[in-house]
């Protein structure tokens, strides 16, 4: 079963997250503001992995102090997805 969600972050520069799951695998991952670069990056490097192994590697990343960051608000993402 595919899902999507629009995520909307928290503490981040980066504002929304969009993300496709097909039974528990990322197909697509795309941010909304943030560090242009940094943030395809990251939806590059998640594509076609299982979203629990996501959460579990990047979930409590900081940026700068902000207690999260744009991977711990994917980590958050994912883990909405997941509960839907």
């Given at each position: 079963?595919?899902?999507?969600?629009?995520?909307?972050?928290?503490?981040?520069?980066?504002?929304?997250?969009?993300?496709?799951?097909?039974?528990?695998?990322?197909?697509?991952?795309?941010?909304?503001?943030?560090?242009?670069g940094n943030?395809?990056?990251?939806?590059?490097?998640?594509?076609?992995?299982?979203?629990?192994?996501?959460?579990?590697?990047?979930?409590?990343?900081d940026?700068?102090?902000?207690?999260?960051?744009?991977?711990?608000?994917?980590?958050?993402?994912?883990?909405?997805?997941?509960?839907?």
């Amino acid at each position: 079963m595919t899902k999507t969600i629009e995520y909307k972050t928290k503490g981040t520069c980066s504002r929304q997250i969009n993300v496709q799951i097909t039974d528990g695998i990322i197909d697509s991952v795309e941010f909304i503001g943030g560090c242009n670069g940094n943030t395809k990056g990251i939806a590059q490097l998640v594509k076609g992995m299982k979203a629990t192994d996501i959460i579990e590697r990047v979930k409590g990343t900081d940026c700068r102090g902000r207690g999260t960051s744009c991977p711990d608000q994917l980590a958050l993402a994912l883990e909405a997805a997941l509960a839907e």
